[in-house]
C-alpha cells in the first residue's frame, strides 16, 4: 500500500493548528476514508513520530 497521500495529509493537518478535538475529527476524517484496514495502524506509527507523546 502506498500511503504517501495519507503521511501528506497528516502533516498537512498537524500545521493547520487546529483546537484538539477539531484535529482529531479532521485525523479521523482522513484515516477513515482510506477502505485499506491497516491505515489507522500506519497512521498511528506515523503520528507517534511526528507528534510523541510527552508528559
Known amino acids: 500500500m502506498d500511503y504517501s497521500a495519507m503521511y501528506g495529509g497528516l502533516d498537512q493537518i498537524l500545521e493547520r493548528n487546529f483546537p484538539q ?3 482529531y475529527l479532521e485525523i479521523g476524517k482522513l484515516v477513515s476514508a482510506r477502505k485499506d484496514k491497516g ?3 500506519v ?3 506515523y503520528l507517534v ?3 510523541p507523546y510527552r508528559n
Do not use: D, H, Q, V
Open 39 to 41: 491505515a489507522t495502524l
Open 49 to 51: 513520530t511526528k507528534c
Open 21 to 23: 478535538m477539531a484535529l
Open 43 to 45: 497512521a498511528t506509527e
